[in-house]
């Protein structure tokens, strides 16, 4: 069977496994496997999953879950943040992988007030060294105003006599 057909089975197994009022995780085994659903249940169900993941010691899964998640279509502000949700869980388990999801929400932020970009830059910042995270900030901080500065760790929120803020 190709893969794309067993994708849409999965898809459909796992909405109706929804609701039949299945059990999270075994809707989320049916949707890691599955093409995007675009339902406002899948990110829900893919969450509880992560979290109970979590608790239960299953890094591997809760990161598989968030994953799938972020490959539904999502707006900018509700992507950004589970791309945060994601990163934290990947900073001791991937922490490369956290550092590239970091930088690129850096980057091209949520479109709303900074705090997202701002929370991935001390999150980023708080694992430590990463010369791509750092140069993300760097290439970021002309373009974010005073009030916005301020919110990111080690900008007082005035530039330097350079006319640039240096964090860090």
């Known amino acids: 069977m190709p893969g794309d057909e067993r994708a849409e089975l999965h898809a459909r197994a796992a909405e109706l496994a929804y609701r039949a009022a299945v059990a999270d995780e075994d809707i989320a085994r049916l949707l890691l496997a599955a ?5 406002p249940w899948v990110i829900p169900v893919l969450r ?8 239960a010691g299953r890094t591997a899964q809760a990161i598989a879950c968030l994953s799938r998640a972020l490959e539904e279509p999502l707006d900018p502000v509700p992507r950004a ?5 994601l990163a934290a869980i990947e900073v001791l388990a991937a922490p490369e992988a956290a550092g590239r999801r970091l930088a690129e929400i850096i980057r091209t932020g949520d479109g709303g007030p900074g705090r997202t970009r701002a929370r991935a830059a001390d999150l980023g ?6 010369k791509a995270l750092r140069r993300a900030i760097v290439d970021v901080l002309p373009s974010i105003d005073g009030e916005e500065r301020g919110r990111w760790p080690g900008c ?13």
């Open 35 to 39: 093409r995007p659903v675009d339902e």
């Open 81 to 85: 943040q589970l791309g945060i949700e």
């Open 156 to 168: 007082s929120g005035s530039p330097s006599p350079t006319g640039r803020t240096t964090p860090i």
């Open 125 to 130: 910042l708080s694992r430590g060294d990463d």
């Open 48 to 55: 509880r999953t992560c979290a109970a993941a979590l608790r």
